[in-house]
């Protein structure tokens, strides 16, 4: 079974310039996340599909942050502009349908403003 | 979203020895899910226990779960060098802790 794609792995961008992240899922996964996960601490939760609905975009700064999931399957997390801050690894994962079961992982997309 | 958080932050042992980490949480739950993450395979799941659920086993762990607590135990038995790595639980919906990194001397 493939596991969850992501890319770029690395990305160097910066200050106010934009970026896009890309996830495939494992396939038939309906539920897909996005992290953010700064060195030294847990993963964030950014944003959860289910399908190409949102759940939960609680903590996602709506005002550079955008995600979308179109026809349930992949999903692009962008950032426009990109603040020094959010230099972090991107972490998308899915799992079969809500919190029930384990989330899979991507190895993530390591960000660098600069 | 709930987040849990993990005691200790730091924990080191020898080969063999056994490791345990526990997690606090705040409100209610469904599940709790713990996973390990280092720098070779990224965040993986080791165990789901559900909340009407008080032990789980898989082969060298085990994770307990008190409700009234609202506390989780996860112990590694015999640990291995390969068993380095950060150790989250989850208590919710993206609800991740800050983690205890646990090494593993040879």
């Known amino acids: 079974e493939a596991g969850v794609a992501q890319s770029p792995r690395y990305k160097i961008i910066e200050k106010r310039q934009s970026v896009a992240f890309w996830c495939n899922p494992i396939?038939?996964?309906?539920?897909l996340y996005w992290y953010q996960q700064i060195l030294g601490q847990g993963p964030k939760l950014l944003i959860q599909?289910?399908?190409?609905?949102?759940?939960?975009d609680s903590q996602l700064p709506k005002d550079r942050f955008s995600a979308e999931r179109l026809k349930g399957v992949d999903s692009t997390l962008k950032i426009q502009p990109a603040k020094l801050e959010d230099s972090a690894v991107y972490l998308c994962?899915?799992?079969?349908?809500?919190?029930?079961?384990?989330?899979?992982f991507g190895p993530g997309t390591r960000l660098t403003v600069t | 979203s709930q987040q849990g958080e993990e005691d200790p932050q730091a924990l080191s042992i020898q080969e063999g020895e056994n490791a345990t980490m526990n997690c606090s949480y705040k409100?209610?739950?469904?599940?709790l899910q713990w996973y390990r993450q280092n720098s070779g395979r990224g965040l993986v799941h080791l165990i789901l226990?559900?909340?009407?659920?008080r032990e789980k086993h898989s082969g060298r762990l085990r994770v307990t779960l008190d409700t009234s607590k609202k506390s989780s135990s996860l112990l590694i038995t015999a640990s291995r060098a390969a068993d380095t790595a950060s150790y989250f639980c989850?208590?919710?919906?993206?609800?991740f802790g800050t983690g205890t990194s646990l090494t593993v001397i040879p």
């Open positions: 994962a899915s799992s079969l349908i809500g919190d029930a079961y384990e989330q899979y």
């Open positions: 396939s038939g996964h309906a539920t």
């Open positions: 599909f289910q399908n190409n609905g949102v759940v939960d």
């Open positions: 409100t209610s739950i469904n599940n």
């Open positions: 226990i559900r909340s009407n659920e």
């Open positions: 989850a208590t919710g919906t993206g609800a």
